[in-house]
């Protein structure tokens, strides 16, 4: 079982930043890999940023040069440094973990975490 918790969401101004957290259950190294969405009202969720075990990252060209995904091994935590940030960026941030087991793959979200941006 893998449990995921976000933190670090609030309300910024445009052009702030913000740093989100995703500490995990188990460790990094034992998932294929990790990443961050978001939804907003009326919307599905998207891919923000990816990241594998092996660190290659992957952004949506929204975010590309904004948003920086990086992951700490020893603490268990991967993190979104979400710098320009935009109005159109406000939105609910999910965690996602992704593992394959003997039976398959399987994704783990986590609760989210709200960023609001707005003057």
């Known amino acids: 079982q893998v449990q995921l918790v976000e933190s670090g969401g609030g309300l910024v101004q445009p052009g702030g930043s913000l740093r989100l957290s995703c500490a995990t259950s188990?460790?990094?190294?034992?998932?294929?890999?990790m990443g961050w969405y978001r939804q907003s009202p009326g919307k599905q969720r998207a891919l923000v940023a990816t990241?594998?075990?092996?660190?290659?990252?992957n952004y949506a060209d929204s975010v590309k040069g904004r948003f920086t995904i990086s992951g700490d091994n020893a603490k268990k935590t991967v993190y979104l440094q979400m710098n320009s940030l935009k109005p159109e960026d406000t939105a609910v941030y999910y965690c996602?973990?992704?593992?394959?087991?003997?039976?398959?793959?399987?994704?783990?979200w986590g609760q989210g975490t709200q960023v609001t941006v707005s003057s």
């Open positions: 188990v460790s990094i190294f034992s998932l294929n890999g």
């Open positions: 990241i594998t075990s092996s660190g290659s990252t």
């Open positions: 996602n973990a992704y593992r394959t087991y003997s039976s398959g793959p399987f994704n783990y």
